[in-house]
């Protein structure tokens, strides 16, 4: 018997499909794609290539992430069903080797992202226990993450794998540790 998990992927032209649903997910739920300020005309009309290549290696600039250090830069996605849906890209990790102040705003060593209409199915928690493992094989042995008190459904993910709140900031930001091994 074949058990299917979701499991993270390297971006790939392979899953473009799934990828660009996604992204179609985001921007009608959140208001944009989750792709590093690419618009859903930037990802269809000729740059998708080069970002997913460029993301996958490690060689696409980005806050705190060590260029050239590829498997920062991961897709969570669901396993194809017989009835022929899928493979299905449920989410996203971003891994960041540096705590940058550009990333105060933006999650801190680990960006992750379910898309809008797979939230609040566990997903999210999945994805955070299932990022520690990757984030101890890039060196973070603690990972600091930080979200606003006001995202509620990021804190209670955050707090969902026992991050353990360090402090909260002048600005209502929450900063919690996470060790990264059992
Ligand atoms: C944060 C996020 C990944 C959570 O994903 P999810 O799949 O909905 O999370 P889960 O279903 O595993 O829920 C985890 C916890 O958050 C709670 N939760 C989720 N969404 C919530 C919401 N909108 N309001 C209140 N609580 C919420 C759940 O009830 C659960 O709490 P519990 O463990 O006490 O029962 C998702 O909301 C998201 O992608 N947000 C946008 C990106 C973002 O803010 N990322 C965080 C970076 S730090």
């Not at 970002?51 to 194809?80: C, H, K, M, Q, S």
């Not at 891994?95 to 566990?122: C, E, K, T, Y």
């Not at 209670?156 to 900063?175: P, S």
Request: proline share 7%; hydrophobic share 40%.
């Amino acid at each position: 018997m074949v058990t299917l998990v979701r499991h993270f992927a390297q971006p790939s032209m392979v899953l473009r499909d799934a990828f660009l649903d996604a992204q179609r997910d985001y921007a009608s739920g959140d208001g944009a794609p989750d792709a590093d300020g690419l618009t859903l005309a930037d990802l269809t009309q000729g740059t998708l290539a080069s970002y997913i290549d460029g993301t996958a290696n490690g060689l696409f600039p980005r806050p705190g992430v060590r260029i050239g250090r590829p498997g920062a830069e991961l897709w969570w996605v669901g396993p194809a069903t017989e009835d022929g849906n899928g493979p299905e890209v449920v989410g996203r990790l971003s891994v960041r080797h540096d705590l940058v102040p550009a990333l105060h705003n933006r999650g801190g060593h680990l960006w992750f992202s379910i898309r809008p209409s797979r939230r609040r199915q566990g997903l999210g928690t999945e994805l955070l226990r299932a990022a520690l493992p990757v984030a101890a094989g890039h060196g973070l042995d603690v990972v600091t993450l930080i979200c606003a008190a006001t995202n509620t459904a990021a804190c209670r993910t955050i707090e969902a794998v026992d991050g353990e709140l360090d402090r909260t900031d002048e600005l209502g930001r929450r900063w919690y540790k996470l060790p990264t091994r059992p």
